[in-house]
């Protein structure tokens, strides 16, 4: 299997524009939305030590996903990695402990509002289930959000560019996005 790149780059990230509208924000401001707890519950939870993991690490978070789902992700990040795209997983399978950490972290830290809007609680969560993955850094997750249907994969919130979960079969048409997490 191709390697796949696992540092993170220090370099500045691309601008991108909002798909709700023209506002144009750095790619870090969105990608730092992504739940981080402030306090780790282990491997054991799904913690990925690093924030970054290949589709072959054995670790709780990668080894305990949906099979074809992690499948799906090993294809695409071989594939990435042909096109000299950096990819990795930052987030996979995560207990349900570990993830009402998230979600209790993002209520104290942005309200109880704006956490429902970008973290499921454990109880809805797709990524309790295995059923769910976090991509980065910015240019693997938009070269899935491009390629992701060649694998059945697909970007699930409009303001997540790197959650995806198998809804489709390879080639198919993925469902229309959500706006976020609480819709």
Known sequence: MAAVTLLVAAAAYPLIERAAGP??????????TSPRPSGSTGQAGGDIPGGTAAPDDDLPAITRLDPALRAAVRQAADDADTADIDFWITS?????AYQQKLY????????AAEARRTVADAETSQH??????????????????QHGT???????????IWHFELLTRPGGTCPPMREDAEG
């Not at 506002?23 to 730092?32: E, G, I």
């Not at 976090?134 to 070269?143: C, S």
């Not at 060649?150 to 997540?160: F, K, S, T, W």
Request: aromatic fraction near 10%; charged fraction near 25%; charge should be negative.
């Open 23 to 32: 506002a144009v924000l750095a790619a870090r401001d969105v990608l730092d």
């Open 92 to 96: 996979g399978w995560r207990s349900p």
């Open 150 to 160: 060649d694998y059945g994969l697909c970007q699930v919130y409009a303001n997540e």
């Open 104 to 111: 209790d972290d993002a209520v104290r830290n942005k309200g």
């Open 128 to 145: 309790v289930s295995g059923e769910a993955v976090d991509i980065g850094p910015t240019e693997g997750a938009y070269w899935l959000i």
